[in-house]
Structures are given as structure tokens and as C-alpha cells.
């Protein structure tokens, strides 16, 4: 498998944000978001064993793993590294984009999946397999990135379509003021959290934190 790094800092996303988090991140995607904020994991890594990954993991003190990327169902053995990865008793989250099938890994225990949805300022939003909604449990969450009010009413009515299970994340893209989707969110009620990226606020936005 293809790696691009492995590092441990706190979940900055989502329902397990403020957590301390081991992070495995694969090499490779299939999308090209306008605002990818990872655009060195599209070719740079390094290939390792699941022994070796395993091996690196356990130098960290922590029980928590995110499997990230780039996109990490384009590995081939990637539920291979998901199995050893719950032998050796790590609750294991997996970030997807959206764009391909997730059936070889939902409804695992101790699997929560996090499945972004595009947007239409994303220019990928035409990619998603919506499919992958209805494969969702309540111990999963969904993610929209949301610059524009068009994204925001885009999201709005994937909700209404597809009314998926688990917890929904409406965050800004970095550097835009949150305030504005928080008003949003306010103004129409909606059932979905306000998601900001903790980790930037407290690193910095830098690699690998």
C-alpha cells in the first residue's frame, strides 16, 4: 500500500474532533477539488507492508486511527489494513470523498465512516456515488464543504433526498468566516452541526498536524 504519511495529533473534524488521533494517509485520488487542501497526497508516498504500518502505529500512544487520504478505497488491500488494524484492537475511522462504492467497509464494528459529499464549488460534486447514503448507520457521519449559498442549498436538498443516517457536518472551507454558514444554519433550523477544522485552529495550517 501507498502511503504519504502517518503522523499523530489531534481529529480536527467532525464528531470525534478535539481527540487525540493516529493518522494514516494514503497516496492517490480520483477527484480534483477546487479547494483540496492535501494536493501533496495525489502521487507522493512511500509503499509499506501492513506489518510496517502496524509497526509505526504502535510508537504512538493512542487506541484511535483515521485512515485519510487522498482517497484510501483506491488501495486495492486497503480492508486487508483495516482487518489487521481491528485485530489489533484500534477503533478505526475512514475518510472517503464520496466518489466510490463504500460496501466492502460499512457496517463494520468499530468502523465509523466519514463520507464527504461534494459541492458544487468543489467541481467534483457531479463524481458522487450517492448509493453510498443509504449504506450509512447512525454511528457514521456525513460531511459537506460548503463555500457558496448554492453549495449550502445543494447540501440541503442531498439531505432531503437521500435523509442518510449519522451525524451532519455543514463546514466552511478554511479561510472563509464561519459566521456566515452559521447564520445560514441558524436562519433555516436545520438539524446538521457547524464543523470547523480544530486542528488548523490549533497548529496551524501546516502538514502533517
Not at 22 to 43: H, P
Not at 144 to 150: A, L
Request: charged letters at 20%.
Amino acid at each position: 500500500m501507498k502511503i504519504n504519511e502517518i503522523f499523530y495529533s489531534i481529529q480536527g473534524e467532525g464528531s470525534r474532533a478535539g481527540q487525540p488521533n493516529i493518522f494514516i494517509r494514503t497516496t492517490g485520488c480520483n477527484l480534483r477539488c477546487s479547494f483540496c487542501d492535501t494536493v501533496y497526497a495525489y502521487d507522493e508516498g512511500t509503499e509499506m507492508t501492513n506489518d510496517v504500518i502496524l509497526q509505526k502505529i504502535g510508537a504512538y500512544p493512542c487506541s484511535s486511527v483515521c485512515i485519510t487520504g487522498g482517497e484510501p478505497l483506491l488501495q486495492k488491500d486497503i480492508v486487508d489494513l483495516i482487518t489487521d488494524l481491528l485485530k489489533k484492537k484500534y477503533d478505526i475511522s475512514i475518510e472517503s470523498n464520496g466518489s466510490i462504492p463504500i460496501k466492502s467497509i460499512a457496517g463494520k464494528k468499530h468502523v465509523m465512516i466519514s463520507l464527504d459529499i461534494k459541492c458544487p464549488s468543489s467541481e467534483m460534486h457531479m463524481n458522487m456515488c450517492f448509493e453510498n447514503l443509504s449504506l450509512l448507520s447512525k454511528n457514521d457521519q456525513v460531511k459537506f464543504i460548503i463555500n457558496t449559498k448554492d453549495d449550502y442549498e445543494y447540501a440541503k436538498t442531498i439531505l432531503l433526498t437521500y435523509k442518510p443516517l449519522g451525524a451532519i457536518f455543514f463546514q466552511p472551507i478554511w479561510g472563509t468566516d464561519p459566521r456566515k454558514l452559521a447564520n445560514w444554519i441558524l436562519h433555516d433550523g436545520l438539524s446538521v452541526r457547524l464543523g470547523v477544522q480544530l486542528h488548523k485552529i490549533v497548529f496551524g495550517n501546516a502538514r502533517g498536524i
